[in-house]
């Protein structure tokens, strides 16, 4: 009974932070799953604390672990971790998968992946779960005042329209048809939160897509970003902003916030050495050109000081690369955020 007493005393404990999406976001939970979308072996978590890879698609840190920072809670577990019990589920959990899409056809190469609409379902799991730990009124106070990040999208594009030549996706709709159906699945998934009790959502847009050193291998001839894949970035990021701005005006409330991801990346993608990188174009772990090839393992080449890549592996940024992306996350001006940035949320919710 402690906890229950001590939970709802505890007004300055940190709030709660749920992840929903694909590898940007993954903790780990691919792990434990039969999948190839997995960050589990050398040298994935080189310059984590434990210098040991957990699952996240990153030299050390992901964007949630720094988000988790700014909130001053723990990194969240993934879900699937037999770790995630009693008091730790008060700090939330991260739902996501390496692999995922917007689309449930999205991925199928990876097999076993957590789905989107999967991650919803363990997302009311959890609340039923915490419900039996502190009461279904404490459950929905947690939840409700909880921050939210939802990364999903580019692989709606890399691995699926774009993954082969005339794609069944390709065949089906035209790049901007296509963009519009993904928009208006994504229009359903974000609602779907907000009925699962989420109010305050940070949704993040895709990348540069056309930019990654995966790209620049398969597509580019000059070292440039493919022109069609930074297209389907430019149509997708400005539609996902109107969507947010429909469904706040719907609920009467800022409860969806864009966090404008390409633009904060091409920041360091096109003058990388005025945010102290040598490089935006090689990976610092892969193989062939650009190091873009196939997956980072301990037989890639390895750059001896990651903090000057921006890239870590062919799709994924590095941990220095994530600390500036959250950076403008918390700070960052309009250009970036829709409507406001993280501080800014952060105070107006410890004023209520």
Known sequence: MALVSGFIGAEADPRAFFVFGDSLVDNGNNNYLATSARADSPPY??????????????????????????????????????????????????????????????????????????????????????????????????????????????????????????????????????????????????????????????????????????????????????????????????????????????IGSDVFIGANTQQMSNDFIHDPQAYGFVTSKIACCGQGPYNGIGLCTVASNLCPNRDIYAFWDPFHPSERANRYIVQQILSGTTEYMYPMNLSTILALDAKN
Not at 198 to 217: I, K, N, W
């Open 45 to 250: 978590g080189i310059d984590y604390p434990s210098r040991r890879p957990t699952g996240r698609f990153s030299n050390g840190l992901n964007i949630p672990d720094f988000i988790s920072q700014e909130l001053g809670a723990e990194s969240t577990l993934p879900y699937l971790s037999p770790e995630l019990n009693g008091e730790r589920l008060l700090v939330g959990a991260n739902f996501a998968s390496a692999g995922i899409g917007i689309l449930n056809d999205t991925g199928i190469q990876f097999v076993n992946i957590i789905r989107i609409f999967r991650q919803l379902e363990y997302f009311q799991e959890y609340q039923q779960r915490v419900s039996e730990l502190i009461g279904p009124e404490q459950t929905e106070r947690l939840v409700n005042g909880a921050l939210v990040l939802i990364t999903l999208g580019g692989n709606d594009f890399v691995n699926n329209y774009y993954l082969v030549p005339y794609s069944a996706r390709s065949r089906q709709y035209n790049l901007p048809d296509y963009v519009k159906y993904l928009i208006s699945e994504y229009k359903k998934i974000l609602r779907r939160l907000y009925d699962l009790g989420a109010r305050r959502v940070l949704v993040t847009g895709t990348g540069p897509l056309g930019c990654v050193p995966a790209e620049l291998a398969q597509r580019s001839t000059n070292g440039e970003c493919s022109e069609e894949l930074q297209r389907a970035a430019s149509l997708f990021n400005p539609q996902l902003v109107q969507i947010i701005r429909q469904l706040n005006s719907e």
